[in-house]
């Protein structure tokens, strides 16, 4: 059965399929000129393998890719094509490309030449290597200047660049195989990508010590190369690699624990549509509103009058998540949005606040912009809403909150937001995200213990861009890095991502997870600008209602012998026990949920999932 691209992704912009590379026991996907999925018997040993050119804000070019060359034999392939960017006052970029991968090597070479020079922050290659199985695990670095000191992958997630001045870089793959990459042509480095959710630690060109945005000059080429190269040294006859289309395999863990409660965000700009659906609202009935409110975009008593309403309507808690100017004195302006809120008669149970100005990133080697100190801001809050649970950490993303780690003691919680889209934007990067989410709560609880903890608004699109000057516009529903509107938000694809968020999540012990708004191009139901029927319920609508249903239950761990295919885990709820299975991939899934001993009556074990689908199944007592 082929199902209708929209119901899946939102859009009939379908990706195309990659192209399997293969040389003995090496293996790669070619997509969008760039290797994906890189693996040596069976083993994923480099996530990717790209040559990126991005723009003064961090977006990503999307290069026009011309002379596609394949070639391959069983030992050995070879790809070559061109590629051209278009930069802004008619500026461009080409960059001619030559993979050549055999048994135990591959090398990617690059040369991008401008006729009119070109202005980007970078461009050059970027080396992907997987989280899971390496986080923590050893490596060997070599510098640029021959030392080759011994250190490990960072376990809990690093703020900074956790190696610099990289020429290669060597770990395990498995018992007695090695991989080393090594890279030409410019300095390199490493940050940790788990600090924006990328499920990766990315090891790039062009230290971020140096200025950007920079030139590259008319008519000198820029030539670099990475090479892979397998050490095996297993003897003997091996085990082949699991076979394709396997039945995976869950069984009961463990680890249990309480479901958390769920907001939905509201803007000023959404707060009348918001009071327009207060019967779906009720339908959802999330424990949690999150009322975001902004002085410096000039939200003011207006806002807070609209909240207001929005609130008497609803029987759960509210937040007023603030974004404070700090133009004058924390103290006065907290005051101030008091004095408005008490005009108001909006009284929210708590106050979750932040300096606007943290809301952008500082990169390794720039400025700290000006701020008033934590503690003041803190302190003005508590004077001004006494009596009110007093929340901080960062209106952004947990990059910033591990770069700027925010002191604790005098506050009642603390929060950060994801965002999927950061970096890449394609299905697969995007879903792999989820895998970042437990190395993500697992650092903030190290540095925050056991204070109560939120997460949210993280929605697939972008609310706010730390790393640049804007969100990127998305007029055609495409699928791009820091877009403030994203297609997969009205498909399944919204749906099975937000299911498998919270399951990625539970071992966090959060007090609140925000994953939506009720309305606009982030919500729940359509807009009248939307490509689905205004008002119309998109399928996210279902995930959010049943983890707001499950709220405050308690959970169990299930294992899934393929985590990044299928997530699963049982509730014991008022109606009893019941098993939580998605599929976060485009694939139908065989699933064998036998070991889940408790299955109800005579239902058979196995099951077929649709691609982007989840289930519930009922347990025996």
Partial sequence: MTLDPFLLYGTRLVEPKPIRLRAGKLEADLANGSLRTIRYDGTEVLRAISYLVRDRDWGTYSPEISDLKISQKDDRFEVGYRARCNGPQNTTLLVDVRIV?????????????????????????????????????????????????????????????????????????????????????????????????????????????LPWPYAVPENQPVR?????????????????????????????????????????????????????????????????????????????????????AIAAIHRGRSTLEIALPCKQSPAFEAAKIARQMQSAEFGPDAIMISPSVDRQSTPPGSKWPDCPPLEEVYAGARSAFSGIRIGGGMLSYFTELN?????????????????????????????????????????????????????????????????????????????IPMANRDPRHNGRFAEAFALGYAIRALDADLECLTLSALTGSSGLIAGPTEPIQEGGRRPLFNTVRTLSALAGSSWQECLSSSPSEVLAFVVNGTTGARLHIVNLTASEQTIDRGACTRVSGDASAILQLAPLASAVFPLAD
């Fill in 101 to 209: 991968g055999s048994t135990d090597r591959l090398d990617f070479e690059a040369e991008a030449v401008s006729e009119t020079g070109f202005e980007t922050n970078r461009c050059g290659f970027c080396i992907l290597h997987p989280i899971v199985g390496i986080a923590g695990t050893r490596a060997a670095v070599e510098h640029v200047d021959g030392r080759i000191v011994a250190t490990r992958f960072p376990d809990l997630i690093a703020p900074w660049q956790p190696f610099k001045d990289m020429r290669a870089i060597s770990h395990d793959v498995m018992p007695d195989v090695m991989a080393e990459c090594r890279m030409v042509g410019d300095t390199f480095e490493m940050e940790d990508q788990r600090n924006w959710s990328d499920a990766s630690f990315k090891t790039y060109v062009r230290p971020l010590a």
């Fill in 224 to 308: 670099q190369k990475t090479s892979l190269i397998i050490r095996d040294g297993r003897r003997g006859p091996r085990p082949s690699a699991a076979a394709f289309g396997k039945t995976i395999k869950l069984k009961l863990g463990a680890r249990t624990g309480t479901m958390p409660a769920i907001g939905l965000i509201i803007t000023p700009e959404e707060a009348d549509a918001t009071l327009s659906a207060k019967t779906m609202l009720s339908e959802i009935a999330p424990q949690e509103l999150l009322f975001h409110f902004d002085p410096g975009s000039g939200h003011g008593v207006e806002a807070l009058n609209r909240f207001a």
């Fill in 403 to 479: 770069r700027k780690q925010v002191p604790d003691g005098p506050l009642d919680f603390i929060s950060h937001c994801t965002n999927p889209i950061v970096h890449a934007a394609d299905d697969l990067s995007v879903m792999q995200t989820l895998e970042a989410l437990p190395f993500i709560t697992r650092s903030v609880r190290a540095i925050y213990s056991r204070k109560p903890y939120r997460i949210g608004p993280s929605t697939i699109a972008m609310r706010q861009n730390p790393y640049g000057s804007r969100t990127m516009d998305n007029p055609s529903g495409a699928r």
